[in-house]
């Protein structure tokens, strides 16, 4: 049992390039979400899914897309790299809304954009 | 809407010290309250939680209360070890329209030192 995995662990990008971060469970949690993680800011919610084919938008979405067509991934896509994207990212996982249940975090991807 | 405040750190401590973080927190209804750990150059860990006014979450020596009148959740532990040096953060989830998804504090760097 893995619990969350993430994709990859480092990564530098040039300033209007792409990239896709990868997230996967093995839990069969339904919610899925992503933060980022800036110096002395705490985590921000990016994005979150519910369960396969449903996603919304958190607090800072601007600049990322991300899609669920499995319940086990959740990848986030970066289009058009830019410096204030660099940051350290987290996915986490969760059972269903109706309780105060436990988000379990994967080990996080560390961005820089130049 | 939520929001979670905890007091700035780094926290420096020698080993066997008395440690306290603070944590309030403004919600409207009755959020359930976290503390997550982040140790180095890793991802987020569950380290307690509480549900419910007067609730005491423990876990590893640690504790913390749900003070629902003074609207915290201040974080204990009689006796710090240096493996406690880690950030942790302070969150809650309100399921009055806020579904499943923590808001956290800016998290308070511990360090113990021997």
């Known amino acids: 049992n893995a619990g969350v995995t993430q994709t990859p662990k480092f990564r530098i990008l040039k300033i209007g390039q792409s990239m896709t971060l990868q997230c996967t469970q093995d839990m069969n949690h339904n919610y899925m979400y992503w933060y980022r993680q800036d110096p002395g800011m705490g985590l921000k919610l990016i994005y979150y899914s519910v369960g396969a084919g449903i996603t919304d938008k958190g607090e800072v979405p601007n600049g990322y897309n991300v899609s669920r067509s499995t319940t086990e991934d959740f990848p986030l896509r970066l289009e058009l790299a830019a410096p204030s994207q660099t940051s350290v990212y987290f996915c986490?996982?969760?059972?269903?809304?109706?309780?105060?249940?436990?988000?379990?975090f994967g080990p996080g991807t560390r961005l820089t954009v130049t | 809407g939520n929001s979670v405040t905890q007091m700035e750190g780094p926290v420096t401590l020698s080993e066997e010290a008395f440690l306290t973080i603070n944590c309030t927190y403004t919600a409207t209804g009755y959020p359930s309250l976290f503390w997550y750990v982040q140790y180095p150059g890793e991802g987020l860990q569950l380290l307690l939680k509480a549900t419910k006014a007067d609730d005491k979450g423990s876990n590893k020596g640690f504790e913390a209360t749900y003070r629902k009148e003074t609207t915290s959740f201040h974080l204990e532990k009689g006796s710090v070890q240096v493996s406690d040096s880690a950030v942790y953060f302070c969150a809650l989830i309100n399921l009055t329209g806020g579904g499943n998804k923590l808001t956290f504090g800016t998290g308070t760097q511990l360090k113990v030192e021997l």
């Open positions: 986490a996982s969760s059972w269903e809304a109706g309780g105060p249940y436990e988000q379990y």
